[in-house]
Structures are given as structure tokens and as C-alpha cells.
């Protein structure tokens, strides 16, 4: 069984920095796209970045370009989303997600939620100004 387990979201001001953790099991972790997603209350989600971990090609939104970084530990089968210099608009609930289809890094569907078939259950990020 897929399963995908985010942690470390907080409550930060703005200006701060936080390190999300999506830990997965049931699959073969360098054959998957992983991918972190969020949801503001009352807009749609939005696709934030995604990593190929075999090969460590990422894809980031413009949102968060320069200011956020994925990566992997292999080893861990483990993602993490390196957040910094966070802005009030940043808060969200952040949701990891995966799929098999490893050429989702190479263009934007790679943000398109539509693509990813597991889901973790998402962890809250707030940041205040």
C-alpha cells in the first residue's frame, strides 16, 4: 500500500523558514515523481514543485522560485520542502503526492494535480505578518 506521511508544518511570521517532510512507503521510490501541492481555504490547489528522485531533476512553480527548495534522501525514501523567507500568502495546508509517470518533472504538468494518483494527508502551514 502507497502511503505518503507529511510533517513539520508550523506557524511561522513571515520572513521565517520551514522544512516539510513527506515520508513514503509501498512503492519504489526512484521510479515516482513526488510532488508537494497546497490548498488555501476557499481557492483550488496549487501545484508547488516536484522532484525526480533517481535523478534529482525538480520543476518549481514561478510562486516559489528562489525562495523554496525539494529535494531527496534516497536512502530515507523521504522528500523534503526546504521553505524560506515565507509570506503571509504562502499559508496553506501542503500536501505530498506521487506518481509513477517520470516525465512529469520536464514540464508544468508536473504541477497539475490531475496527474498524481497518491495522496498524503497534508500538513498546515501558517505564516503571520
Known amino acids: 500500500e502507497v502511503q505518503l506521511v507529511e510533517s513539520g508544518g508550523a506557524l511561522v511570521q513571515a520572513g521565517g523558514s520551514l522544512r516539510l517532510s513527506c515520508t513514503t512507503s509501498?512503492?519504489?521510490?526512484?521510479?515516482?515523481?513526488i510532488a508537494w501541492f497546497r490548498q488555501a481555504p476557499g481557492k483550488e490547489r496549487e501545484g508547488v514543485s516536484c522532484?525526480?528522485?533517481?535523478?534529482?531533476?525538480?520543476y518549481y512553480a514561478d510562486s516559489v522560485k528562489g525562495r523554496f527548495a525539494i529535494s531527496s534522501d534516497n536512502a530515507k525514501k523521504t522528500v523534503y520542502l526546504q521553505m524560506n523567507s515565507l509570506k503571509p500568502e504562502d499559508t496553506a495546508v501542503y500536501y505530498c503526492?506521487?506518481?509513477?509517470?517520470?516525465?512529469?518533472?520536464?514540464?508544468?504538468?508536473?504541477?497539475?494535480?490531475?496527474?498524481?494518483?497518491?495522496w498524503g494527508q497534508g500538513t498546515q502551514v501558517t505564516v503571520s505578518s
Open positions: 503526492a506521487a506518481d509513477s509517470d517520470l516525465t512529469l518533472t520536464y514540464y508544468s504538468g508536473g504541477l497539475n494535480s490531475a496527474r498524481y494518483e497518491h
Open positions: 509501498g512503492f519504489t521510490f526512484d521510479d515516482y515523481t
Open positions: 522532484i525526480m528522485s533517481v535523478t534529482g531533476k525538480t
